[in-house]
Protein backbone atom coordinates (compact mmCIF):
# COMPACT_ATOMS: atom_id res chain seq x y z
CA UNK A 1 0.00 0.00 0.00
CA UNK A 2 1.51 3.16 -1.39
CA UNK A 3 1.95 5.95 1.45
CA UNK A 4 1.90 9.72 0.87
CA UNK A 5 4.67 11.23 -1.83
CA UNK A 6 8.41 11.95 0.29
CA UNK A 7 9.06 15.62 1.17
CA UNK A 8 11.59 17.68 0.07
CA UNK A 9 12.60 18.44 3.61
CA UNK A 10 11.87 16.34 6.21
CA UNK A 11 11.56 17.40 10.45
CA UNK A 12 11.46 21.13 9.46
CA UNK A 13 14.48 23.05 7.51
CA UNK A 14 17.29 21.51 6.15
CA UNK A 15 20.30 24.33 8.02
CA UNK A 16 22.46 25.54 6.02
CA UNK A 17 20.94 24.83 2.77
CA UNK A 18 22.52 26.71 -0.68
CA UNK A 19 18.79 27.49 -1.40
CA UNK A 20 18.50 29.53 1.90
CA UNK A 21 20.85 31.88 1.02
CA UNK A 22 20.29 35.42 -0.11
CA UNK A 23 23.19 37.09 -2.55
CA UNK A 24 23.72 40.51 -3.00
CA UNK A 25 26.25 42.28 -5.39
CA UNK A 26 28.67 43.90 -2.93
CA UNK A 27 27.69 47.34 -3.90
CA UNK A 28 26.45 50.15 -2.05
CA UNK A 29 23.28 51.03 -1.55
CA UNK A 30 22.14 54.42 -2.74
CA UNK A 31 18.37 54.60 -2.22
CA UNK A 32 18.34 55.09 1.28
CA UNK A 33 16.25 57.69 2.96
CA UNK A 34 17.68 60.74 4.93
CA UNK A 35 18.93 60.00 8.27
CA UNK A 36 15.78 61.53 10.72
CA UNK A 37 16.52 64.30 12.74
CA UNK A 38 17.81 63.68 16.27
CA UNK A 39 14.47 63.45 19.46
CA UNK A 40 13.80 66.58 21.11
CA UNK A 41 15.56 69.94 20.43
CA UNK A 42 18.79 68.35 19.96
CA UNK A 43 20.50 69.39 17.12
CA UNK A 44 22.38 65.86 16.40
CA UNK A 45 22.94 62.44 17.28
CA UNK A 46 25.59 60.79 19.14
CA UNK A 47 28.40 60.12 17.03
CA UNK A 48 27.66 55.90 17.38
CA UNK A 49 24.02 56.67 16.52
CA UNK A 50 25.32 58.01 13.30
CA UNK A 51 27.73 55.87 12.29
CA UNK A 52 25.17 53.32 12.50
CA UNK A 53 23.20 55.14 10.26
CA UNK A 54 26.09 55.78 7.59
CA UNK A 55 26.81 51.96 7.48
CA UNK A 56 23.65 50.58 7.70
CA UNK A 57 21.91 52.36 5.16
CA UNK A 58 24.08 51.43 2.17
CA UNK A 59 24.15 47.94 3.05
CA UNK A 60 23.72 45.68 -0.42
CA UNK A 61 20.75 44.17 1.15
CA UNK A 62 19.03 47.00 2.03
CA UNK A 63 17.62 47.34 -1.39
CA UNK A 64 15.07 44.48 -0.70
CA UNK A 65 14.08 46.12 2.64
CA UNK A 66 10.52 47.45 3.45
CA UNK A 67 8.88 50.38 5.02
CA UNK A 68 9.31 48.54 8.30
CA UNK A 69 12.71 47.29 8.21
CA UNK A 70 13.51 51.17 7.99
CA UNK A 71 11.32 51.63 11.36
CA UNK A 72 13.60 49.03 12.96
CA UNK A 73 16.93 50.73 11.74
CA UNK A 74 15.43 53.98 12.73
CA UNK A 75 14.25 52.25 16.39
CA UNK A 76 18.24 50.87 16.54
CA UNK A 77 19.35 54.18 15.94
CA UNK A 78 17.60 55.29 18.97
CA UNK A 79 18.40 53.05 21.20
CA UNK A 80 21.99 53.29 20.15
CA UNK A 81 21.84 56.76 20.78
CA UNK A 82 20.69 56.48 24.06
CA UNK A 83 23.15 54.26 25.23
CA UNK A 84 26.10 55.97 24.43
CA UNK A 85 24.64 58.86 25.92
CA UNK A 86 24.36 57.81 29.67
CA UNK A 87 26.63 57.45 32.00
CA UNK A 88 29.00 54.35 32.67
CA UNK A 89 27.10 53.54 35.93
CA UNK A 90 23.92 53.60 34.26
CA UNK A 91 24.88 51.33 31.26
CA UNK A 92 23.19 47.71 31.57
CA UNK A 93 24.29 44.57 30.04
CA UNK A 94 20.46 43.92 28.39
CA UNK A 95 20.60 47.06 26.92
CA UNK A 96 23.51 46.05 24.82
CA UNK A 97 22.10 42.81 24.31
CA UNK A 98 19.19 44.19 22.96
CA UNK A 99 21.15 46.33 20.29
CA UNK A 100 22.95 43.43 19.45
CA UNK A 101 19.87 41.36 18.60
CA UNK A 102 18.44 44.29 16.63
CA UNK A 103 21.68 44.51 14.89
CA UNK A 104 21.37 40.82 13.91
CA UNK A 105 17.67 40.86 12.60
CA UNK A 106 18.48 43.73 10.18
CA UNK A 107 21.75 41.70 8.85
CA UNK A 108 24.37 44.15 9.82
CA UNK A 109 27.46 43.00 10.43
CA UNK A 110 29.28 39.10 9.98
CA UNK A 111 27.02 37.55 12.50
CA UNK A 112 23.97 38.92 11.33
CA UNK A 113 24.30 38.84 7.48
CA UNK A 114 24.84 34.74 8.59
CA UNK A 115 21.74 34.70 10.87
CA UNK A 116 19.99 36.59 7.98
CA UNK A 117 22.04 33.91 5.70
CA UNK A 118 23.19 37.01 3.82
CA UNK A 119 25.81 36.83 1.40
CA UNK A 120 27.51 39.49 -0.77
CA UNK A 121 29.25 38.68 -4.31
CA UNK A 122 31.88 40.45 -5.34
CA UNK A 123 32.95 41.21 -9.09
CA UNK A 124 35.10 38.68 -10.29
CA UNK A 125 38.30 40.69 -11.47
CA UNK A 126 40.22 38.37 -14.81
CA UNK A 127 44.04 37.38 -13.70
CA UNK A 128 42.80 37.27 -9.84
CA UNK A 129 42.21 34.71 -7.20
CA UNK A 130 38.07 34.05 -7.50
CA UNK A 131 38.12 34.51 -11.10
CA UNK A 132 37.57 31.08 -12.62
CA UNK A 133 35.72 27.90 -11.60
CA UNK A 134 35.63 27.20 -7.64
CA UNK A 135 37.48 30.82 -7.58
CA UNK A 136 40.59 29.14 -8.04
CA UNK A 137 43.36 30.80 -10.25
CA UNK A 138 45.92 29.00 -12.96
CA UNK A 139 49.53 30.36 -12.97
CA UNK A 140 50.71 30.15 -16.33
CA UNK A 141 54.74 29.34 -16.51
CA UNK A 142 56.61 32.42 -18.39
CA UNK A 143 53.26 34.45 -18.08
CA UNK A 144 50.72 36.72 -16.01
CA UNK A 145 47.67 34.14 -13.60
CA UNK A 146 44.59 34.22 -15.62
CA UNK A 147 41.25 32.30 -14.73
CA UNK A 148 41.62 28.76 -13.88
CA UNK A 149 39.69 26.64 -16.85
CA UNK A 150 38.89 22.84 -16.65
CA UNK A 151 40.15 20.60 -14.26
CA UNK A 152 42.12 17.87 -15.57
CA UNK A 153 42.83 14.32 -13.77
CA UNK A 154 46.59 14.03 -12.43
CA UNK A 155 47.13 11.09 -14.65
CA UNK A 156 46.24 12.99 -17.82
CA UNK A 157 48.44 16.32 -16.72
CA UNK A 158 51.73 13.35 -16.23
CA UNK A 159 50.98 12.32 -19.56
CA UNK A 160 51.30 15.47 -21.49
CA UNK A 161 54.30 16.71 -19.46
CA UNK A 162 56.02 12.89 -20.41
CA UNK A 163 55.21 13.67 -23.64
CA UNK A 164 55.95 17.37 -23.78
CA UNK A 165 59.38 16.10 -22.36
CA UNK A 166 60.50 13.92 -25.05
CA UNK A 167 59.14 16.42 -27.87
CA UNK A 168 62.13 19.19 -26.79
CA UNK A 169 65.18 18.89 -28.37
CA UNK A 170 67.80 17.15 -27.06
CA UNK A 171 69.62 20.84 -25.85
CA UNK A 172 67.13 21.79 -24.09
CA UNK A 173 66.28 18.84 -21.73
CA UNK A 174 69.69 19.73 -19.77
CA UNK A 175 68.43 23.96 -19.34
Known amino acids: MPGPAPQDRKHGRTPNAADDWREYDDVPYDKAPEMPKPPGRRKAWQPMAEELWKTASVMPHCEDWRDEDWLALKVLMHEVDVYYSMPDLKKKTAQMTEIRRQKNALGIGEQ ?9 RQAPVPGQA ?8 EVVEGGPAKAAGKVVPIRDRKKAILERSRQKPAGEAAG
Open 112 to 120: GRREQKIRY
Open 130 to 137: GSGPDESV
